[in-house]
């Protein structure tokens, strides 16, 4: 059964986790961290998608953000899809992400 969409009206507040497959890295390096922080920030700027925080760990990612009027799934993607292609530049093969969690708060 295909999971059902979560809450995700424009100001609704997220708690996702980005997980590597397998516990792998996907966060090789500072050029990695760099290049992930620089996406989501000029994402979030294109999309009106405020992040209140973020960590960056090797094997993981955590973000809190509200999600802006495209809504949380069209945001990660474009994230998540442009992160991937990046990280291919040193030949990788397979998959590099294994979920996508998100939690929904209200304030």
């Given amino acids: 059964m295909a999971r059902q ?7 609704t507040l997220h ?3 980005i ?3 397998e516990g792998k890295a996907i966060l090789r390096d500072n050029r990695d961290r760099r290049d992930f922080v620089f996406r989501f920030g ?8 405020p992040i209140l925080a973020w960590a960056l760990l090797r094997n993981h990612v955590r973000l809190l953000l509200f999600s802006g009027s495209p809504g949380l799934a069209l ?4 994230l ?12 990788y093969s397979g998959t590099l992400l ?4 998100s939690f929904v708060g209200f304030v």
Avoid at 5 to 11: M, N, R, T, V
Avoid at 98 to 101: A, D, K, Y
Wanted: aromatic share 8%; net charge positive; hydrophobic share 35%.
């Fill in 5 to 11: 969409a979560g809450l995700d009206a424009p100001g």
């Fill in 15 to 17: 708690h996702v986790m």
């Fill in 19 to 21: 997980q590597g497959i």
């Fill in 42 to 49: 000029d994402l979030s700027k294109e999309t009106g998608t």
């Fill in 75 to 78: 945001f990660m993607r474009r």
């Fill in 80 to 91: 998540l899809t442009g992160y991937a292609q990046g990280f291919n530049r040193i030949p």
């Fill in 98 to 101: 294994t979920r996508l969690t």
